[in-house]
């Protein structure tokens, strides 16, 4: 089995800053990319970022400029720092991971259980 479990979500106020944190555990052969997906009530969900295994990365537009992400390959973790937040970036965010199972021969993409964030105006 595969497990992600995301962590530093919290409330903040506008300007401020949040990191979030998501580590993926259990038969992982390979990881091809990690990411950051968010859900704000009545909205559907929505990718943030993301971050390849060679490393290039991919942003929402809203979001260029404001947030990085990065990863720790050993510790098949990814980390989203969130800068300048504004209270439209107030919703659930998700992690995700396109990654092989040992043992199967095609990849998956797996989530998180999801992590509030809260700003404030």
């Known amino acids: 089995q595969v497990q992600l479990v995301e962590s530093g979500g919290g409330s903040v106020q506008a300007g401020g800053s949040l990191r979030l944190s998501c580590a993926a555990s259990?038969?992982?052969?390979?990881?091809?990319?990690m990411g950051w997906y968010r859900q704000a009530p009545g909205k559907q969900r929505e990718l943030v970022a993301f971050?390849?295994?060679?490393?290039?990365?991919n942003f929402a537009d809203s979001v260029k400029g404001r947030f990085t992400i990065s990863r720790d390959s050993a510790k098949n973790t990814v980390y989203l720092k969130m800068n300048s937040v504004k209270p439209e970036d107030t919703a659930v965010y998700y992690c995700s991971a396109d990654l092989i199972r040992v043992g199967v021969p095609v990849s998956y993409t797996y989530w998180g259980q999801g992590t509030q964030v809260t700003v404030s105006p």
């Open positions: 259990g038969s992982i052969s390979r990881i091809n990319a």
């Open positions: 971050i390849r295994s060679s490393g290039s990365t």
